[in-house]
């Protein structure tokens, strides 16, 4: 129709139930992705969520932190997946590997890694791609 069809609703016609629907939330480190948000049945909603955090992890790219995709509804997370970060061996300079010697220099480069991954992980923003959405979104696969 081109905005002039009516819907004629009759006695006749079967009754209506009340459903009880639930929105699920996608959240990508802590944030929520108001187009991936759906609505389903609340038997259904746990393996809906599962199912979406499963297309995610499988799309999404992996980043130098730790992703964390959850899906929320009610205040619950009632799925969760994880996205491992890259691991970059910052034991290891120009090809050769920090041997023998004092072990707290070791000790140090990898303090000073584990700092900046964390400043990394509060302060890096995962993207969602075109690509990436249309393959969450699709329902074959």
């Known amino acids: 129709s081109t905005g002039y069809a009516s819907f004629d609703v009759t006695e006749s ?9 639930r929105k699920v939330d996608i959240l990508l480190n802590s944030e929520v992705v108001d ?31 730790v992703t964390v995709i959850q899906a929320k509804t009610d205040g619950k997370i009632i799925a969760s997946e994880r996205i491992r970060a890259y691991r970059k061996d910052v ?9 023998g010697g004092d072990v707290s220099r070791k000790k140090k480069l990898l303090e000073k890694q584990k ?27």
């Open 91 to 99: 034991l290891t300079k120009g090809g050769k590997t920090m041997g």
């Open 13 to 21: 016609d079967p009754p209506t139930k009340e459903a009880d629907l």
């Open 115 to 141: 700092r900046g991954k964390k400043r990394q992980q509060s302060t890096g923003k995962v993207t969602l791609s075109q690509a990436a959405f249309r393959a969450v979104i699709s329902r074959s696969g």
């Open 35 to 65: 187009p991936l948000a759906f609505v389903c049945h609340v038997d259904v909603s746990r393996a809906q969520a599962r199912v979406v955090c499963e297309k995610l992890r499988d799309v999404l790219p992996r980043q130098q932190f």
